[in-house]
């Protein structure tokens, strides 16, 4: 009877004490080490650290389970958890307070996630941690006091990240590295410290030249896991290990040009260089008076380690180049400048000369409106009394507008535009030929429901005839919709019209008169026109109407 009793007291207890014990995840397995509870998850969908885990887990092991955060508060009453392994998700951030809590946490490992960052104070609440394991990560920067909480590490491993450049002095303030180089005169040995920095794409500059002079002097008890530290650039020293590979000190760019002043005469070509050394390379960039409407080709190579030449190609060159062209270089250390002055004089002139051949403007579309788009240009001329018209014809019905402008930027809004139509806008000197013209080309789609959905159909090709326009400054635009463009246009979108459409030259008034004033007639008027009688008239203007000043 007494065996009896003993046996059922012994089955009670053994089921009071399962009873206590909370169960394992779902999904999960949880079981008995010899250091305490482990618990593991393993190819399972979490997302984020589970809820309210029991405090009594030594071991987290949560591996291939797509977790994306490690957020504040994940590990809430687990002061006696020591191992927390999360290798093989997709952490991309540690929020600050993430480790709240871990003061009993050793070993860290979040192998092959997605770290670009680490936040490297939130290990003040890990005073214990031994181990650290980040490689196979995207980690591309270390503050310099990344590692100042790091008191205890003995294994620390960024290899197989993005870390290009490092301070020297990442490391000479980590308390462990320091108290590990204390024994070289005290009488305590402490344990190895082991750290892992291979397989990082390095960028063997000078600014890298204090990590090279570390990893060289580096004895036991420290032990680099792979001392073979590779340059992955620059191109001189790509290959290179570090303990083969001597840097220079960092150094400010400094810069030379063959000359400080150029002159030309205008339409001809003219490179302008300058040549900069610097440590680290130095990179060079362009600006000048005219940047915003005139784009010139720069060609930068490299002459030498450190050295580079750059040349910025100015084609037929303007009047409105003249000015000074500044020549910057610029590196992790500094940036410094130099001035080239350039004059250009007008070309002589002969009397076949074409009238205003030194204006120049610029026309572009600089943005789409709600109902249209905005011309913008820049035009500069020999005389402020010159006038120029901007031309727009598309193949729907007529419409003209006269506006006075003045010298310098202008702009002109083209509004109401109808879906499934193409426009062209040239400007030219006063009543003649667009010659050497540059046009625009805009084309809208077609509308499938309002008119206030418009602006989501406006499809624009811009087609650059020319870079130079002898254009004049100041005056008058005047704005026309048609059913052809100029005499070369007209012949293809009008196959059935055997000559261009003739219309008068537009006289616009003098400045001072008042903007109703200005006026314009064409001969031919809207409404429908026959082919074959507009043929036997001359080649009047085709059907709807045509306005525009192709002849003078």
Wanted: hydrophobic fraction near 40%; charge should be neutral.
């Amino acid at each position: 009877m007494a065996s009896v009793s003993h046996y059922f007291l012994l089955v009670l207890i053994f089921l009071d004490s399962h009873a206590a014990r909370p169960s394992c995840l779902p999904g999960c397995t949880c079981s008995e080490e010899s250091f305490g509870r482990t618990l593991q998850c393993m190819s399972i969908s979490l997302g984020k650290i589970p809820g309210n885990l029991p405090e009594e887990f030594k071991q987290v092991r949560i591996e291939h389970s797509s977790l994306f955060e490690l957020s504040q508060g994940s590990f809430t009453n687990m002061s006696t958890l020591e191992y927390l392994w999360l290798n093989f998700n997709n952490v991309t951030v540690i929020h600050l307070g993430a480790l709240e809590n871990l003061s009993g946490l050793k070993e860290l490992r979040l192998e092959g996630n997605k770290l670009r960052s680490v936040p490297w104070t939130a290990f003040h609440t890990t005073p214990l941690l031994r181990v650290l394991d980040l490689k196979h990560n995207m980690i591309d920067v270390l503050p310099e006091l990344a590692f100042q909480f790091l008191v205890s590490l003995t294994y620390l491993d960024l290899s197989s990240n993005r870390l290009t450049v490092v301070s020297k002095s990442v490391f000479l303030n980590w308390p462990a590295y320091q108290k590990h180089q204390q024994t070289a005169c005290g009488t305590k040995i402490l344990s190895s410290m082991v750290l892992a920095l291979h397989n990082n794409p390095w960028l063997c500059d000078c600014r890298l030249r204090g990590l090279v002079e570390f990893v060289k002097s580096i004895s036991l008890p420290v032990i680099l896991v792979n001392p073979y530290l590779m340059c992955r650039g620059p191109l001189s020293k790509a290959g290179q290990f570090f303990h083969e590979t001597e840097l220079n000190a960092c150094m400010k760019p400094q810069i030379s040009t063959p000359s400080a002043n150029v002159t030309i005469q205008m339409g001809q070509n003219i490179t302008l260089r300058c040549l900069a050394q610097g440590s680290p390379s130095p990179t060079i960039a362009w600006t000048y008076p005219m940047s915003r409407w005139r784009k010139f080709n720069v060609l930068t190579s490299s002459a030498a380690e450190g050295a580079a030449v750059s040349e910025l190609v100015i084609p037929a060159a303007h009047l409105v180049d003249r000015g000074n062209y500044t020549c910057v270089a610029s590196n992790s250390i500094g940036r410094s400048t130099s001035v080239i002055s350039m004059h250009v004089q007008p070309a002589p002139h002969s009397p076949s000369s074409p009238a205003g051949g030194d204006a120049y403007v610029d026309l572009r579309i600089a943005k789409q409106t709600e109902r249209g788009v905005l011309l913008e240009w820049f035009a500069v001329a020999d005389s402020f009394e010159k006038w120029f018209i901007l031309y727009i014809a598309s193949d729907v019905a007529l419409r003209k507008e006269v506006v006075h402008l003045g010298p310098g930027i202008n702009t002109y809004v083209v509004d109401d535009l109808l879906p499934g139509t193409k426009y062209e806008a040239c400007l030219s000197l006063g009543g003649q030929l667009p010659r050497q013209g540059q046009c625009v080309v805009f084309v809208t789609g077609r509308a499938h429901g309002t008119l206030d959905e418009r602006e989501h159909l406006l499809h624009i090709t811009v087609v650059l005839c020319a870079v130079l326009l002898s254009v004049p400054v100041g005056a008058y635009v005047w704005a026309v919709q048609a059913p052809c463009h100029c005499r070369e246009w007209f012949l293809h979108y009008c196959p059935h019209r055997r000559k261009a459409p003739r219309c008068p030259r537009a006289a616009p008034q003098l400045r001072g008169d008042s903007y109703g004033d200005h006026t314009a007639v064409c001969e031919d008027g809207p409404g429908h026109r026959d082919p074959e009688k507009d043929e036997e008239k001359g080649g009047a203007g085709p059907q709807g109407g045509m306005v525009w000043a192709c002849e003078s």
